[in-house]
C-alpha cells in the first residue's frame, strides 16, 4: 500500500493520468451528489469549506500543495484504510467493514449517524499465539528473568503492605496465562498449570513485586494507588 514500487516512472504516469481523469468525475459527479444527498439526509444546506485564506505567501501556496498533492492523501490512506478500515474489517467482515469505512470517508464522517457500539476489553476472548516460546531463555547476564529484574531495579516496596491489585483470583486458564505473560514483575503465578484451557484456576498474586507499569488494566485486572498514594520505592534512582 505504502512504499517504493521498483519501477517508479510508469507507476507516477498511470497516478498522474487516472488522477486527472478522476478527479472530474469525482467533483462534478459524485461530489454533486453526495452534496445532494447530505442536504436530504441532514436537512441544512452543505457548502464548501473554505479551505485557503484569501492571500498566500508563495511559500504558504508551495506548502499548501505539498499538503494537497502528498501530505493529506497519505493521512487519509493511513487513517481511512489503515485504521479505520481495519478496525471495521475485522469487527463486521471485509465487505461491511469497506462500505462503513468507505462511506465514513466520502461523507467526510457524517455517516453513518452516532457512535459505533464498542466492546470492552476485558470481554473480548483470550487467543493464546504461543509467541512466548520464541522468547530467548534468561541467562541472567544478558537477558534476566523477571524476579531478577525487579531485584535489580531496586524496587523495595514492603512485602506486608496490603495488596492494591483488584483481581478476580479464580478465572479461566487462557486469561491467567494472559496476565502471567503481561506482568513484566512476575505478580501473578497459577495453580492448576495442566488444566486444560477454559477451566478455571486459581490465580496467586504477589502484590509487592508490583512496579505499577499499568499493563493488567489492559485486560480486566483494575490498578489502585498502594496504601493511598504510595507507589514502588526504587532504592537505584
Ligand atoms: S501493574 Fe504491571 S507490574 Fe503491577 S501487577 Fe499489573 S502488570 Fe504487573
Not at 130 to 142: H, T
Not at 186 to 212: F, H, K, M, R
Amino acid at each position: 500500500m505504502i512504499g517504493f514500487p521498483r519501477r517508479i516512472w510508469p507507476e507516477v504516469r498511470a497516478g498522474t493520468g487516472f488522477g486527472a481523469l478522476l478527479y472530474p468525475v469525482m467533483v462534478f459527479g459524485v461530489g454533486i451528489v453526495v452534496n445532494l444527498l447530505l442536504q436530504a439526509i441532514t436537512g441544512r444546506s452543505v457548502s464548501s469549506p473554505r479551505q485557503l485564506p484569501a492571500h498566500l505567501s508563495a511559500a504558504g501556496v508551495a506548502i499548501s500543495i505539498a499538503y494537497g498533492v502528498v501530505i493529506a492523501p497519505v493521512h487519509e490512506e493511513l487513517f481511512f484504510r489503515g485504521i479505520l478500515f481495519r478496525s471495521l474489517a475485522d469487527r463486521y467482515g471485509f465487505a461491511t467493514g469497506a462500505l462503513l469505512a468507505g462511506t465514513a470517508m466520502n461523507s467526510l464522517g457524517t455517516l453513518p449517524p452516532g457512535n459505533l457500539s464498542l466492546e470492552r476489553d476485558a470481554d473480548v476472548p483470550v487467543a493464546p499465539g504461543g509467541r512466548e516460546r520464541g522468547y530467548p531463555k534468561p541467562d541472567n547476564e544478558r537477558v534476566f528473568d523477571k524476579l531478577s529484574s525487579v531485584y535489580l531495579s531496586g524496587n523495595r516496596t514492603r512485602d506486608d503492605a496490603p495488596s492494591h491489585i483488584r483481581v478476580d483470583r479464580k478465572v479461566r486458564r487462557e486469561v491467567a496465562e494472559a496476565w502471567r505473560h503481561m506482568c513484566p514483575a512476575q505478580v501473578y503465578e497459577l495453580a492448576g498449570e495442566a488444566s486444560p484451557a477454559g477451566n478455571v484456576v486459581d490465580v496467586e498474586v504477589t502484590a509487592s513485586n508490583c512496579i505499577q507499569c499499568g499493563a493488567i488494566s489492559a485486560k480486566g485486572g483494575r490498578l489502585t494507588p498502594p496504601e493511598g498514594g504510595d507507589g514502588p520505592e526504587y532504592s537505584l534512582m
